[in-house]
């Protein structure tokens, strides 16, 4: 037996060596996880440096092809006038999102406040019909509250002998009435917890504008992209300040010096003037109704209109009189117009 134990080992000793087997293995299994995750991290981090690297090689070619044309005497004024036009085109896109932002709002507010309006109506009628229901079962409790009081009166009045002749038939009234005052109570318990649930429970969640309500906010927002466009249509400023959004600088060339410093006059007088555009509400309306009789769209549960049918830009004076031209703001997507429609 010691010979075997010698060559075997004994059973505690095989547990053991399986125990430490089972625990190496499942290191190795971890610490190969561990590998590849690492591995996928090492990959991701070199995608991203490499990324970075692109970034800044044109960051760097972008700033030398700047320096060239500021060195150059004939462009540097045309630099000015790109940056200038640039900001410009930024303000009108930071003003166009901030209209169709307030007017989303506006509408939401106006949505949601009619949904709760209406869920408080139908909320109050209801706690009313409980209330009524409440108020009914307290007068036929009262009501069988008296007549036990009566009848007890009445049982108190009876002479021993009328008493012990009428035992069965006034416990059996005393019941009924008790059973019926225990079941009014009960129900009164359940319809005044039915109105604290109606009462205390929650206001309903906005589901979201319908098809109409954007494609209305669509039309005001193109009528506004309109406006600024015809705005500062003179002299083509709307184009030129579009342009910058497509084209890098030293791409356009907005002539001489002289040419340089007229366009900056320019843009300066009718920036300053920009934040006068929104004074005109009627008109703004006016114009999204005439676009909205030309809009057409894809399908019927599509909010943006195709921009085709929108292209024609609706110039209305003082005296209301509409004259119209060529212009596909949604289809050029001036300013991102685009970027902002409710969908």
């Known amino acids: 037996m010691t010979s075997l134990t010698a060559m075997f080992g004994?059973?505690?000793?095989?547990?053991?060596?399986?125990?430490?087997?089972?625990?190496?293995?499942?290191?190795?299994?971890?610490?190969?996880?561990e590998y590849e995750s690492l591995k996928e991290e090492s990959l991701r981090l070199k995608e991203q440096i490499s990324a970075q690297e692109s970034s800044n090689a044109r960051s760097e070619q972008k700033l030398e092809h700047l320096e060239t044309l500021l060195l150059d005497p004939n462009w540097v004024y045309n630099v000015v006038v790109y940056y200038q036009m640039r900001s410009f085109n930024e303000r009108c896109k930071e003003k166009i999102a901030r209209f169709a932002e307030q007017l989303k709002q506006q509408r939401e507010k106006r949505t949601y406040g009619k949904v709760i309006e209406e869920w408080n109506d139908q909320r109050d009628e209801?706690?009313?019909?409980?209330?009524?229901?409440?108020?009914?079962?307290?007068?036929?409790?009262?009501?069988?509250?008296?007549?036990?009081?009566?009848?007890?009166?009445?049982?108190?009045?009876?002479?021993?002998?009328?008493?012990?002749?009428?035992?069965?038939?006034?416990?059996?009234?005393?019941?009924?009435v008790t059973t019926g005052i225990a079941e009014a109570q009960i129900q009164e318990s359940s319809l005044l917890a039915t109105l604290e649930e109606i009462q205390s429970s929650s206001a309903p969640d906005t589901e979201g504008l319908d098809i109409g309500s954007k494609r209305s906010i669509n039309f005001m927002i193109l009528s506004f992209a309109q406006q600024l466009y015809l705005h500062f249509s003179k002299d083509n400023l709307a184009g030129l300040a579009k342009?910058?959004?497509d084209k890098g600088v030293g791409a356009i060339n907005y002539g001489s010096k002289s040419d340089c410093e007229t366009i900056l006059e320019l843009l300066q007088d009718r920036a300053d003037s920009m934040d006068n555009v929104t004074e005109?509400?009627?008109?703004?309306?006016?114009?999204?109704?005439?676009?909205?009789?030309?809009?057409?769209?894809?399908?019927?549960?599509?909010?943006?209109?195709?921009?085709?049918?929108?292209?024609?830009?609706?110039s209305i004076d003082e005296n209301g009189a509409i004259t119209e031209k060529?212009?596909?703001?949604?289809?050029?997507?001036?300013?991102?117009?685009?970027?902002?429609?409710?969908?």
């Open 10 to 33: 004994n059973g505690q000793e095989q547990s053991e060596d399986s125990d430490k087997l089972r625990e190496l293995y499942w290191n190795r299994a971890e610490l190969k996880k």
């Open 126 to 176: 209801h706690a009313q019909a409980v209330q009524a229901q409440i108020g009914d079962h307290r007068m036929q409790m009262q009501m069988l509250e008296d007549q036990l009081q009566a009848e007890r009166h009445r049982v108190a009045m009876m002479s021993g002998f009328s008493r012990f002749l009428q035992k069965r038939s006034i416990e059996k009234t005393l019941a009924s």
């Open 243 to 245: 342009e910058t959004g």
């Open 280 to 314: 005109f509400a009627d008109i703004l309306q006016q114009r999204a109704k005439l676009i909205s009789q030309k809009a057409l769209f894809e399908k019927d549960d599509a909010a943006v209109p195709v921009p085709g049918t929108v292209s024609t830009v609706f």
């Open 326 to 343: 060529d212009a596909n703001l949604l289809g050029e997507n001036y300013w991102d117009v685009a970027n902002v429609f409710s969908r």
